[in-house]
């Protein structure tokens, strides 16, 4: 079960967080989970890597309460994904396939014209299609 989503801007400020409304007294670990695994994706960008260039950076922290995976866009956008770590149903194929459908509606939400680039989102399209997810 996906507990929360947080979306990075390419300087790493916050742009869009949402936490599943059953664990929102948890609100401040998710975050602090979200930001160490950020921490996770600067030390490997800093690795020089010969595997190719992939948007899904799969499990990047887990412990007894949270399992976090990472998704890194093109534009250095990065999404954070945390789920409860006592659900074993969250396979990688699953979570990868996640973050395409949330890259597209991200996508969608950035190209609004409208739009103010590194602005926290307010549309209600990328809420609803989080809110299926939590």
Not at 8 to 30: G, H, M, P, V, W
């Amino acid at each position: 079960m996906v507990l929360a989503l947080s979306v990075l801007s390419k300087d790493k400020s916050l742009i869009y967080f949402q936490c599943s409304s059953e664990r929102i007294n948890e609100e401040t670990a998710i975050q602090m989970m979200a930001y160490s695994a950020l921490d996770v994706l600067d030390e490997w960008e800093k690795v020089p890597s010969n595997r190719p260039q992939e948007l899904f950076q799969g499990c990047l922290l887990f412990n007894n309460t949270y399992k976090v995976f990472g998704y890194v866009t093109n534009t250095q956008v990065n999404f954070i994904l945390t789920y409860d770590a006592s659900d074993s149903s969250n396979r990688d194929q699953d979570v990868r396939m996640l973050f395409k459908k949330l890259h597209n509606h991200y996508v969608d939400e950035v190209s609004n014209p409208f739009y103010v680039p590194g602005a926290f989102f307010t549309t209600t399209n990328f809420k609803k299609f989080v809110n299926t997810l939590l």
